[in-house]
């Protein structure tokens, strides 16, 4: 079996993260051929886990900050009850989830607009410091915020989010346990998710949604940008198969002798973003490494930049009767 080294990128904690991570878990029921798959990936050299926690899978994976844990007296409570859980005694990386709040203990999808509650950010994002400051994680950061919201944050928070970033689900507790029982000490316990963020921004992001907006914004504040869904999320409810089906990306995988997803991962890490891909199967998780020795041209990489773009992933707050009704609002506009 190979074994491969994954190039890091430098957050502004101090730490390091590996710029390609492996996508766990899409649902919260725990498989075995899912804990399978996790295992081939650590063997295979994946030290970075994008993982949540949802919908009851608290037993098997830890219990994620989401919406309705997203108050200033709940974030700590809900961070050590992950710990207790994982069994361990810090997070390398801990993000709210989305900039929204909900009544404590609803966790349905998509959300009802009665359970709504005001949101506030300046206090959700206090406490998420106070967590970094007693040393329960490493690294604080966002998913699913707009430039308008990471903006707004930086006018008042005291640590800035490392990372920017977007929902996906994994086997976590069993990524930890056979870590710790084959001696491998060097991964990296990321991503659990409450509202709010500091140094890493999660968020869709794909050649047909590149984020431009998004990634010149965070660039010069030190904040990494991590893409979720970079092959557009096939088979899952809120992907299509845009991506893949795109006739600029099969043209310049054909002229490269690559594969369409090999084309995206690449472009992608051109863009000096971090990269979350799911895949159990091992041929693929060695087809997405496959990336780090060859490049795009600037003529490539123009033709992508040419694609027109459209958002994916709407998120569990659009519907009729939810909060916000459509994904405009939920974006601020920036689509």
């Not at 190979?2 to 957050?11: D, H, N």
């Not at 994620?64 to 990386?93: F, G, I, M």
């Amino acid at each position: 079996m190979t074994t491969f080294s994954i190039p890091e990128i430098q957050l502004n904690s101090g730490y390091k993260m590996p710029v390609l991570g492996l996508g766990t878990a899409t649902s919260a029921s725990v498989k075995a051929d899912d804990k399978k798959a996790v295992l081939q990936a650590i063997e295979r050299g994946y030290r970075h886990f994008d993982t949540a926690s949802l919908y009851g899978s608290k037993e098997a994976l830890g219990e994620a900050l989401w919406c309705s844990d997203a108050h200033a007296d709940r974030v700590r409570p809900a961070l050590q009850n992950t710990l207790r859980n994982l069994k361990l005694e810090y997070l390398d990386l801990y993000l709210v989830h989305w900039p929204i709040s909900t009544k404590p203990g609803t966790y349905e999808y998509p959300m009802k607009k009665e359970d709504v509650l005001p949101f506030d950010c300046k206090s959700v994002w206090t406490a998420m410091e106070e967590c970094h400051r007693l040393g329960l994680v490493k690294s604080i950061g966002v998913s699913n915020f707009t430039c308008k919201k990471i903006e707004d944050m930086l006018t008042f928070s005291r640590i800035p989010p490392a990372v920017n970033q977007v929902i996906l689900l994994a086997l976590f507790s069993y990524i930890c346990y056979y870590c710790a029982f084959m001696g491998i000490s060097n991964y990296r316990i990321l991503t659990f998710f409450l509202t709010k963020f500091h140094g890493v921004s999660k968020v869709e992001l794909n050649p047909c949604w590149q984020q431009k907006k998004l990634i010149n914004l965070c660039k010069p504040k030190g904040i990494v940008v991590t893409s979720f869904s970079p092959l557009g999320a096939v088979g899952t409810a809120w992907g299509s198969n845009r991506v893949m089906e795109n006739e600029v990306l099969k043209q310049i995988a054909k002229a490269k002798g690559k594969s369409v997803p090999q084309v995206c991962l690449r472009w992608a890490y051109q863009q000096g973003v971090a990269i979350v891909a799911k895949s159990y199967k091992p041929e693929r998780m060695q087809e997405n490494h496959d990336i780090f020795d060859w490049e795009l041209s600037d003529e490539e990489c123009k033709k992508i930049s040419e694609i027109p773009q459209s958002k994916g992933h709407k998120g569990p707050l659009v519907s009729e009767d939810g909060p916000i009704k459509s994904i405009e609002e939920l974006w601020d506009g920036e689509l």
